[in-house]
């Protein structure tokens, strides 16, 4: 991507824009996808919300933040992305101030399945333990918010540092390589991601190799645990693909410098829009009694609503007829 400064303004050149017709397919596209997934999400919410036998559930409560988070990164960033086609650029703390929540929402989609893993291996190899308690599992959730702010926050002093007060008074392409440019921000963008790759990975192998083990052992149902733990795996394979974007993206643009726009958009919704579409099937619909509750808001609401009348009128006619 060929970047130039124009006015105080760091603008990408005009060529690499996309037709009206291609931006606005790709804008509906991603508009459509990003409603139906955050109305079957706010579907999950509701139903837990509405229930007390979920919200006393470590399970349910790490699953339901993952939902939420889920929602909010997901209408942020096709916020950015439809920004990045309608204004093109945009002011620059404004710009910060979308990013900054943006990328940490991201972050901590990696984060809160490994502390679902850790749940789920404490659950069945640890059954008799005290430490899955809601109030440790708040906590949980309060650590995860923290780590993913601190990862964030060395761009922003490496961002006030290096750059000059001009460039917080310009308009800016609201992407992250764009923004936070400066050399020590990429490598350590990098290097966290790494980091954070690895430990979550060897992390998840440690405890699904437990739970496969005692799960095999204790003589209970062997092949529906192999599949759960394979499709976590999954959906925690296709959420990290996040941290191996940006050097996928860089490595395609340098073979094939010309099609920045379809690489952006094709990486985007692998790494953004799949996962989040695959979460509320893998953890809310596969799960035999959060179906059976959310059932009667997606499919049976209006059946419901009707028996519940058909329920308050019987009596008065009962009364009647005494």
């Not at 105080?8 to 996309?18: M, Y």
Request: proline share 3%.
């Amino acid at each position: 991507m060929n970047l130039s400064s124009v006015n105080g303004s760091f603008v990408v050149n005009a060529v690499e824009r996309d037709t009206f017709t291609i931006a606005v397919t790709k804008n509906v596209i991603l508009t459509v996808l990003c409603i139906a997934i955050n109305y079957i999400n706010s579907t999950l919410v509701h139903t837990f919300m509405k229930h007390q036998i979920f919200n006393s559930s470590p399970r349910y409560i790490l699953f339901i933040h993952l939902v939420i988070n889920d929602m909010m990164q997901l209408a942020l960033s096709t916020l950015l992305h439809i920004i990045s086609y309608a204004l093109y650029t945009i002011n620059v703390p404004f710009c910060l101030i979308l990013l900054i929540i943006t990328i940490t929402t991201t972050l901590k989609t990696p984060l809160n399945l490994a502390g679902m893993a850790v749940e789920c291996y404490i659950a069945i190899c640890i059954p008799h333990g005290q430490i899955c308690t809601v109030r440790n599992t708040y906590i949980l959730i309060g650590l995860i918010w923290a780590v993913s702010a601190l990862s964030i926050l060395p761009d922003l002093f490496i961002l006030l540092i290096t750059e000059p007060l001009q460039f917080f008074h310009s308009r800016a392409f609201c992407v992250r390589d764009t923004v936070f440019r400066s050399t020590y921000s990429l490598k350590k963008r990098d290097a966290s991601h790494i980091v954070c790759l690895v430990f979550v990975w060897l992390l998840l192998f440690y405890m699904y190799l437990r739970i496969l083990f005692t799960a095999q052992g204790a003589t209970v149902d062997f092949q529906k645990a192999r599949n759960t733990i394979l499709l976590h795996g999954f959906q925690l394979l296709l959420c990290m693909i996040v941290y191996v974007r940006p050097m996928f993206e860089q490595c395609l643009l340098y073979l094939l410098p010309q099609n920045y726009s379809t690489i952006r958009f094709s990486s985007y919704v692998i790494a953004q829009i799949l996962p989040r579409f695959v979460s509320p099937i893998v953890y809310g619909l596969r799960d035999q009694l959060f179906r059976r509750y959310v059932r009667r808001y997606l499919v049976c609401k209006v059946s419901t609503s009707n028996n519940q009348r058909k329920n308050v009128t019987v009596p008065r006619v009962m009364i009647k007829l005494k």
